[in-house]
């Protein structure tokens, strides 16, 4: 079989119809340029050129052979190149978990960011709760999590990506009954929506440990696993919501957002630490560090 550097040569002087110019064109002298055409011309098992002292044309066959010869040229060079790409983490597939609250403001935030550093690489984005994520890290599912802070293995590491205020939000007809900046008192036996202790896990721990800590004890009245839901019993005036910043972008309506003046509440990105996908190394090296830093 002929070699890509056999091809080269043929290319050339079919281009410039000239030997001379060929051999320059290639750096290399005229001698060695004819012995790769001679060697390529066997391979193939016609001629492809006629030469003479004055004159270099091409054959039928090497008409023929000529646009192949360039077209393969082409797709060993784009090859290289995606090879080279992928080494960089410029080009591949990197596959991130979000929450549905991370989806409303932080995600976009981070594709628009990866996309300007690297427009090759393709994204595979899966709405998981924070609990499954972490299995979907460990089980190889997903190269990048953003998620709530959750226990994690040493397979796993974190960094702090977004950190948000509180928002409170209370069904509109009942707007006076709560203040113009809430507090986590303001919600002592009120009706409140609650997230799942399963689906939701770290946000119930979350606000339980903090309810605690300031001796409060809402009325829970139901407990859900998704932003969404509970933004739809808010509207239904069953309770408040305690909810992320961006998970505000929402849009209910009966329902007013209050900022709630109490810690703000995190979002880590994690991954596992034997994951060697470029990708990936791109996105800790030249995404993360513009992001709040841990």
């Not at 992928?86 to 990197?94: I, P, R, T, V």
């Not at 977004?162 to 203040?179: C, D, F, I, Q, S």
């Not at 004890?217 to 305690?242: C, F, N, R, Y």
Request: with cysteine; charged share 20%; proline share 6%.
């Amino acid at each position: 079989m002929f070699e890509l550097s056999q091809l080269r040569c043929f290319v050339a002087v079919a281009e410039e119809l000239h030997f001379g110019r060929a051999a320059e064109r290639l750096n290399m002298t005229q001698p060695p340029l004819s012995r790769q055409i001679r060697l390529l011309e066997h391979h193939v098992g016609v001629g492809l050129l006629e030469r003479n002292s004055r004159a270099v044309r091409l054959t039928a066959a090497g008409k023929a052979f000529f646009p192949e010869a360039a077209r393969i040229l082409r797709i060993a060079e784009e090859a290289t190149f995606a090879a080279r790409r992928a080494a960089k983490g410029e080009q591949g597939n990197l596959a991130i978990g979000f929450t549905s609250a991370s989806g409303y403001s932080l995600l976009p935030e981070v594709v628009r960011r990866l996309r300007a550093c690297a427009p090759g690489v393709s994204l595979t984005l899966k709405e998981l709760v924070s609990t499954t994520q972490v299995a979907a890290l460990n089980a190889g599912e997903i190269d990048l999590g953003l998620l709530r802070p959750h226990p994690m293995n040493g397979d796993l590491e974190s960094r702090l990506i977004a950190r948000e205020a509180l928002m409170l939000a209370v069904p509109a007809a009942e707007a006076g009954e709560w203040p113009l900046a809430p507090t986590l008192e303001s919600l002592h036996g009120k009706p409140f929506v609650m997230y799942s202790p399963y689906e939701a896990r770290p946000f119930y721990l979350m606000l339980t440990e903090r309810f605690a800590r300031a001796g409060v004890a809402p009325d829970i009245v139901e407990h859900v696993g998704q932003v969404h839901t509970m933004l739809a019993l808010v509207s239904a005036g069953v309770g408040a919501a305690l909810i992320a910043e961006g998970a505000a972008r929402l849009k209910f309506d009966g329902i007013l957002m209050r900022r709630v003046l109490a810690e703000p509440v995190d979002t880590v990105c994690a991954w596992r630490r034997d994951n060697d996908n470029p990708a990936l190394a791109l996105f800790k090296r030249d995404v993360l560090p513009g992001f709040a830093k841990a």
